[in-house]
Nanobody
Framework: QVQVAESGGGLVQAGGSLRLSCAAS????????VGWFRQVPGKEREFVSG???????YYADSVKGRFTISRDNSKTTVSLQMNSLKPDDSAVYYC???????????????????????WGQGTQVTVSS
């Protein structure tokens, strides 16, 4: 089973940028969907972005055009570049991995939390106004 660990959170002013990284390890680390989710206290965890084995990317409407997800050539690191950050983006960001999947994945599969079996510990992102 793939293990994941996030890094790169921090404090930034509104309008600034941060880059989160998700390091995946395990025999099938390049053969899963990797997603980013976020959660603020008192609210449900929500989907932010995900990338399939084929490289197809998906985004929540709230971050489309500002966030970019990518996977490196070794397929062991998935990054989330966050630009034009807003105070509403403040949350704990989690990286997650599905089991080994088919090469292509549907939006429903990528955006559903129930598809993911491995979760990182989370990294705090705080955007000040």
């Amino acid at each position: 089973q793939v293990q994941v660990a996030e890094s790169g959170g921090g404090l930034v002013q509104a309008g600034g940028s941060l880059r989160l990284s998700c390091a995946a390890s395990g025999r099938t680390s390049g053969e899963t969907v990797v997603g980013w989710f976020r959660q603020v206290p008192g609210k449900e965890r929500e989907f932010v972005s995900g990338i399939s084995r084929s490289g197809q990317t998906y985004y929540a409407d709230s971050v489309k055009g500002r966030f970019t997800i990518s996977r490196d050539n070794s397929k062991t690191t998935v990054s989330l570049q966050m630009n034009s950050l807003k105070p509403d983006d403040s949350a704990v960001y989690y990286c997650a991995s599905t089991p080994r999947t088919a090469f292509f994945a549907t939006r429903d599969y990528v955006t559903s939390q129930t598809s993911y079996v491995t979760w990182g510990q989370g990294t705090q992102v705080t955007v000040s106004s």
